[in-house]
């Protein structure tokens, strides 16, 4: 790979002083984007998992009533029941008694959800018992860590980010990114400012990799920032819940389209709050990738509005294709933003592909990503001033 030394006696200034630069300006075009767009995800996506939890609180209270008035006409049709009508009827006090216990208390009972985990598996035979298996482990764990019941109030504090960074609503900050970094190089040659960047360039090769760097860097602190607001908001708005409560990552799929099934119950359990560290990391390292990708496509195009729609597709084509079902599809860079839905098995199960796992998303984006650099450095050491 050649690249262009930059004008005679131009030297050659150590790379952290170049990230710093692009940094610089980065924050100067873009910096009501991020602030804006940073606060507008987390108190939106926040009052959207508050209105659902409220959904659901209004629906448990629907229930508790139901319930109640129907344990009064049990009651009222014991009094004149006798023999073994009258003691079926005392059963099925007992088990209503005990659902609105659980409804009133907003919570699960996790012994009792155990035990009814316990009986559907010993009705169940081949694989079809691996999902229940699954369920079993966490009743377990949160038996071995204290917790007998699970609150309902878990899209608040600990909760939320792992939901919005580890799910789809990690799209919605790949739409972020885009909008910050696509003019990246696109604007600079739209503007007509690349010359004088050139003129002051030691290096092109490092001057693109300090710009790849800038954006990876700001993206990093949208990810972080867009984690800490939700878990302060959320947990102001919702209860902050436990960070002990886990959840299960590490389940393999596998079957054809027509017969789709578990094949394995080697899992991994996390708590909660690691299950939250985990999303961020996994959203760093996938939105990481894709500010790379989308510097790389900038230094292509000589239109930021271009860059736009070609970023704003190829987010979409994720969206679009999985219903395909092909093999293909895992060579999407859109379709792992996701990467916590690889490790928890919710891509697969989208997907209905064995293959979409954590591994294969992981190799997929390096892939991307070492293509982006090798292709947008030469491509950005060629370009005409």
């Not at 049990?74 to 004149?80: E, I, P, V």
Request: charged share 10%.
């Amino acid at each position: 790979m050649t690249s262009d030394p930059g004008p005679a006696g131009a030297l050659r200034a150590p790379l952290w002083a170049v990230v710093k630069n692009e940094w610089v300006k980065l924050w100067a075009r873009k910096r009501w984007v991020l602030i804006l767009g940073l606060a507008a995800m987390v108190v939106v996506g926040t009052l959207f998992a508050a209105n659902t939890a409220s959904q659901v609180a209004q629906s448990t209270q629907a229930q508790a009533g139901a319930l109640a008035l129907n344990i009064g006409q049990l009651k009222a049709q014991m009094a004149q029941a006798r023999g073994k009508a009258r003691q079926q009827d005392q059963i099925q006090l007992v088990q209503m008694q005990q659902q609105l216990t659980q409804l009133e208390s907003q919570g699960v009972t996790v012994r009792a959800n155990l035990a009814s985990n316990r009986s559907a598996l010993a009705q169940l035979t081949g694989v079809s018992r691996y999902p229940i298996e699954i369920a079993i482990q966490a009743d377990r764990y949160d038996l071995a860590h204290g917790i007998t019941t699970m609150s309902s109030r878990t899209d608040g504090g600990w909760m939320l980010p792992g939901i919005v960074l580890g799910g789809a609503g990690v799209i919605a900050l790949g739409f972020l990114v885009l909008l910050v970094v696509v003019d990246n190089v696109a604007g600079e040659r739209q503007g007509a400012t690349i010359p004088l960047m050139f003129l002051h360039a030691g290096n092109r090769v490092q001057t693109f990799m300090g710009k790849a760097v800038a954006v990876v860097l700001a993206t990093w602190g949208l990810v972080v920032g867009a984690a800490l607001g939700f878990f302060v908001l959320g947990g102001l708005m919702m209860g902050f819940g436990s960070p002990v409560e886990p959840e299960v990552v590490g389940a393999q799929y596998g079957g054809a389209v027509t017969n789709f099934t578990y094949v394995s119950s080697h899992v991994t359990i996390l708590s909660q709050a690691g299950f939250d560290v985990w999303a961020v990391v996994l959203a760093c390292l996938s939105l990481g990738v894709w500010a790379v990708l989308l510097v790389g496509v900038s230094t292509f195009l000589s239109s930021s509005g271009l860059a736009t729609g070609i970023g704003a597709a190829v987010i979409l084509s994720a969206q679009f294709l999985a219903q395909l079902h092909s093999p293909l599809l895992l060579g999407d860079p859109a379709l792992h933003l996701s990467l916590m839905e690889s490790w928890d098995g919710s891509l697969a199960n989208q997907l209905q592909m064995g293959s979409a796992t954590l591994t294969t998303g992981a190799l997929v984006l390096a892939g991307w990503a070492i293509a982006a650099l090798g292709v947008g450095s030469w491509k950005f050491s060629h370009l005409e001033p």
